[in-house]
Each structure stands twice: as structure tokens, then as C-alpha cells.
């Protein structure tokens, strides 16, 4: 079965920084773009970022550009998102969700349950 | 990149149909045959429902299905059952390479 596990969230103050994983089992991995997704308490989901295969291009939200980063290792199965200079408004619940194929464009199949950021003083 | 628009709630008896809409733009749903469906319960992970404007996933029952003309993307629901109660959202990639999602639906089964 196709699985991804994300850990990493926790409390964080503005303007620190956190690094979010996830963990994916159940599919060939290097052959999958995937994307982080977050839903922010109560509110509807918004993109984040995107990594196609080998890391040969990276996307990003508006909202979060040249604030995280995005990287993936594929021979430990792991996706990464670092996150900096976190704002309030960047709390929420974070998913790692594969691509159906190896292009940014591939649509979003499988989520796994989410980590929760909460940026508070 | 605003948001897809969708009505805030739609609602059904059990056995009725319902369709949900979801306008974008020509950057977007008008430009590419990439929208999709999620399904999510409350606390869950969303699930997909419908991919590249009428494809259904293996495992997804054939009361969904979905449709596009110009820029707006629909989704219908049915033969409706209390298990379809629960959030839908829409989304498309989008003319600069990210994706873009619609503010999100509550169906409920009445």
C-alpha cells in the first residue's frame, strides 16, 4: 500500500524556522513528483510546493517563496521541507501528497495524514 | 494565483444528485484538462475523487463524476448517501507550474 508519513511539526515562534519530513513506502519513490499541501485550522487546503523526480525543478506558492525550500532524498525514500522565517498566518496542518506521474503537472494522488505547524509567540 | 471559486455549501436527501461547480480562469481550469476532485472527511486526509476532469480512480464509485466548460469545472454527486457528507474541493494546475485549489465545499446529507 502506498503510504507517506510526515513528521517534523511542531510550535515554533514567528520568524523561526522548522523542518518538516515525510517518509514514503508502498511505491518507487524517484519516479513520482509530490507536493506539500497545507490546510490551515478550520480553513480550506492551499498549494505549498512542488519537487519533480531527481529534484529537477522546484515550485512554489506565492506565499511561501524564498521562505522554504523543498528537497527530497531518493534513496532514503524522504521528502523535506524546510521552513524559515514562519509567519502566523503559515500554522496549519502540512501534507505530503504524491503525484500520480513524474511531472509537476501530474495530479495529486495519494496524502498522507499531515503534520501540524502552529507558529505562536 | 487567486483561488478556484466554489459555493461554500450544497446540500441533498439520500438518493438525489447534486452538482458543485468550480470557476477558475483561462490560466487555469480554462487552460488545461487537469482538474481534480478531493474528498474529505472531518480529521482525514483528503481523498481523490475525480482526476483530469472525468477520470475516476480505480476504487471510486461510479456515482461521481465530473465535467468541464471553459472555466468552470463541475462536480456531481449521485444516487447520494450519508457516507458522501463531508468537504469537497476542486483544483487545477495552473499557466506558471503550480496548483491552485477552490475554497472548498460542505455537502450535506439531509
Given at each position: 500500500?502506498?503510504?507517506?508519513?510526515?513528521?517534523?511539526?511542531?510550535?515554533?515562534?514567528?520568524?523561526?524556522?522548522?523542518?518538516?519530513?515525510?517518509?514514503?513506502?508502498?511505491?518507487?519513490?524517484?519516479?513520482?513528483?509530490?507536493?506539500?499541501?497545507?490546510?490551515?485550522?478550520?480553513?480550506?487546503?492551499?498549494?505549498?510546493?512542488?519537487?519533480?523526480?531527481?529534484?529537477?525543478?522546484?515550485?512554489?506558492?506565492?506565499?511561501?517563496?524564498?521562505?522554504?525550500?523543498?528537497?527530497?532524498?531518493?534513496?532514503?525514500?524522504?521528502?523535506?521541507?524546510?521552513?524559515?522565517?514562519?509567519?502566523?498566518?503559515?500554522?496549519?496542518?502540512?501534507?505530503?501528497?504524491?503525484?500520480?506521474?513524474?511531472?509537476?503537472?501530474?495530479?495529486?494522488?495519494?496524502?498522507?495524514?499531515?503534520?501540524?505547524?502552529?507558529?505562536?509567540? | 494565483?487567486?483561488?478556484?471559486?466554489?459555493?461554500?455549501?450544497?446540500?441533498?436527501?439520500?438518493?438525489?444528485?447534486?452538482?458543485?461547480s468550480c470557476?477558475?480562469?483561462?490560466?487555469?481550469v480554462?487552460?488545461?484538462?487537469?482538474v481534480?476532485?478531493?474528498?474529505?472527511?472531518?480529521?482525514?486526509?483528503?481523498?481523490?475523487?475525480?482526476?483530469?476532469v472525468?477520470?475516476?480512480?480505480?476504487?471510486?464509485?461510479?456515482?461521481?463524476?465530473g465535467s468541464k466548460?471553459?472555466?468552470t469545472a463541475s462536480l456531481?454527486?449521485?444516487?447520494?448517501?450519508?457516507?458522501?457528507?463531508?468537504?469537497?474541493?476542486c483544483?487545477?494546475?495552473?499557466?506558471?507550474?503550480?496548483?491552485?485549489?477552490?475554497?472548498?465545499?460542505?455537502?450535506?446529507?439531509?
Amino acid at each position: 500500500d502506498v503510504q507517506l508519513v510526515e513528521s517534523g511539526g511542531g510550535l515554533v515562534q514567528p520568524g523561526g524556522s522548522l523542518r518538516l519530513s515525510c517518509s514514503v513506502s508502498g511505491f518507487s519513490f524517484s519516479a513520482y513528483a509530490v507536493h506539500w499541501v497545507r490546510q490551515a485550522p478550520g480553513k480550506g487546503l492551499e498549494y505549498v510546493s512542488t519537487m519533480n523526480v531527481n529534484g529537477g525543478g522546484t515550485y512554489f506558492a506565492d506565499s511561501v517563496r524564498g521562505r522554504f525550500s523543498i528537497s527530497r532524498d531518493n534513496s532514503k525514500n524522504m521528502l523535506n521541507l524546510q521552513m524559515s522565517s514562519l509567519r502566523l498566518e503559515d500554522t496549519a496542518v502540512y501534507y505530503c501528497v504524491k503525484g500520480a506521474g513524474p511531472t509537476r503537472s501530474s495530479y495529486l494522488d495519494y496524502w498522507g495524514r499531515g503534520t501540524l505547524v502552529t507558529v505562536s509567540s | 494565483q487567486s483561488a478556484l471559486t466554489q459555493p461554500a455549501s450544497v446540500s441533498g436527501s439520500p438518493g438525489q444528485s447534486i452538482t458543485i461547480s468550480c470557476t477558475g480562469t483561462t490560466s487555469d481550469v480554462g487552460l488545461y484538462d487537469s482538474v481534480s476532485w478531493y474528498q474529505q472527511h472531518p480529521g482525514k486526509a483528503p481523498k481523490v475523487v475525480i482526476s483530469a476532469v472525468s477520470n475516476r480512480p480505480s476504487g471510486v464509485s461510479n456515482r461521481f463524476s465530473g465535467s468541464k466548460s471553459g472555466n468552470t469545472a463541475s462536480l456531481t454527486i449521485s444516487g447520494l448517501q450519508a457516507e458522501d457528507e463531508a468537504d469537497y474541493y476542486c483544483s487545477s494546475y495552473t499557466s506558471i507550474s503550480t496548483w491552485v485549489f477552490g475554497g472548498g465545499t460542505r455537502l450535506t446529507v439531509l
